[in-house]
């Protein structure tokens, strides 16, 4: 084997390491679970910053997604500001770090989602999953 054949070998394995470590689910200390499914090359999404983003929202029952109670794609991008509650607090956790092209999945228990009130079509101490599409950041 030439040396070039053993370096790009190597490089690929690394890639292939690397990739495996990256999909690994990240239990955040708020209890959300983050698992990059497309890591993102851009701006890194920080707390205070507008973040522009694609979602779809899904009911998470039983360690399986649900029912989808709802979408940005199709539609408009959502924008919000990083982290002043705007949001659910398992966005705010969720995005954070994320980088710009990035896809992300979270899974969200009630108490960072919409808790024991519920909202509209999520019932009441429901878990969610979301697949977010980080689309830009200013």
């Known amino acids: 084997m030439t040396i070039s054949r053993l370096l790009l070998a190597t490089a690929a394995a690394l890639m292939m390491n690397a990739a495996a470590i990256a999909a690994e689910p990240v239990l955040l200390p708020g209890g959300v679970q983050i698992e990059d499914i497309e890591p993102g090359t851009g701006a890194v999404a920080q707390p205070g910053q507008a973040v522009t983003v694609h979602y779809t929202g899904w009911l998470y029952v039983n360690d399986e997604r649900g029912k989808s109670f709802d979408s940005s794609h199709g539609g408009a991008p959502f924008t ?32 960072a989602g919409y808790g024991a009130e519920g909202d509209g079509t999520i019932p009441p101490n429901s878990w969610l999953l979301f697949e977010i599409e980080l689309l830009g950041v200013r």
């Open 80 to 111: 919000f500001r990083l982290g002043a509650g705007e949001v659910i607090r398992g966005w705010d956790e969720g995005v954070a770090g994320m980088k710009v092209g990035g896809v992300r999945t979270l899974i969200i228990p009630p108490e």
